[in-house]
């Protein structure tokens, strides 16, 4: 079983920066990969970034490229997602999810995530 409790969340102005956190259980972290999920108000969960379990390799959805960045530390069992220029359409529960199926390469189906956070509220206003 496998514990994730994402920090990091809070209300900013359009342009801020915000890095989330995600603090995992279990000894096995750098085995998982792992990823950030959003949802809206009224709207359906999306992908936002994924990370190998080495760290090596990233993606990222359209949406956030270029001003998310994904990222781990294996030796802290804690996962990133630092988010610059923000915008008001990023207004969202952010979740951290963690995939024991998944063996290297990041996914951005939900239903590949065997593990999630209680999630994190990012309100960005205008």
């Known amino acids: 079983q496998v514990q994730l409790i994402e920090s990091g969340g809070g209300l900013v102005q359009a342009g801020d920066s915000l890095r989330l956190s995600c603090a995992a259980s279990?000894?096995?972290?750098?085995?998982?990969?792992m990823g950030w999920f959003r949802q809206a108000p009224g709207k359906e969960r999306e992908f936002v970034a994924a990370?190998?379990?080495?760290?090596?390799?990233?993606s990222y959805a359209d949406s956030v490229k270029g001003r998310f960045t994904i990222s781990r530390d294996n030796a802290k069992n804690t996962e990133y997602l630092q988010m610059n220029s923000l915008k008001p359409e990023d207004t969202a529960v952010y979740y951290c999810?963690?995939?024991?199926?998944?063996?290297?390469?990041?996914?951005?189906?939900?239903?590949?995530?065997?593990?999630w956070g209680q999630g994190t509220q990012v309100t960005v206003s205008s």
């Open positions: 999810a963690a995939s024991v199926q998944l063996r290297s390469r990041p996914s951005p189906d939900a239903g590949k995530y065997d593990y």
């Open positions: 990370i190998s379990g080495s760290g090596g390799t990233t």
């Open positions: 279990g000894r096995t972290f750098g085995g998982y990969v």
